[in-house]
């Protein structure tokens, strides 16, 4: 089992940033790939990046590339996303996920309780 905790949310204004992180326990994350996504209000939630085990692979979604980055740091069980430039169409919850490579939410087997992002404009 793996425990995820996801901390760093909050408000922001379009333009600005964010840094969210993902505090793994439980089990070393290492052997997973981890994963965001996010979830706005009346929408399905939708695959936002995803880092490979250990690092050497990353792939965004459009909508975030170039704005958004993902680092891990094994050793610490942790994964942060920096958010730049943000919009307000990143308003969501963001989740952290660990599981296998892949943009769809039936890849990843362990989820954290998810963070609040609002950026206003």
């Known amino acids: 089992q793996v425990q995820l905790v996801e901390s760093g949310g909050g408000l922001a204004q379009a333009g600005g940033s964010l840094r969210l992180s993902c505090a793994a326990s439980?089990?070393?994350?290492?052997?997973?790939?981890m994963g965001w996504f996010r979830q706005a209000p009346g929408k399905e939630r939708e695959f936002v990046v995803a880092?490979?085990?250990?690092?050497?692979?990353?792939y965004f979604a459009d909508s975030v590339k170039g704005r958004f980055t993902i680092s891990r740091d094994n050793a610490k069980h942790t994964v942060s996303l920096q958010m730049n430039s943000l919009k307000p169409e990143d308003t969501a919850v963001y989740y952290c996920?660990?599981?296998?490579?892949?943009?769809?939410?039936?890849?990843?087997?362990?989820w954290g309780q998810g963070t609040q992002v609002t950026v206003s404009s």
């Open positions: 996920s660990a599981g296998s490579f892949s943009t769809l939410e039936s890849g990843y087997s362990y």
């Open positions: 439980g089990r070393t994350i290492s052997s997973y790939t």
């Open positions: 880092i490979s085990e250990r690092g050497g692979t990353v």
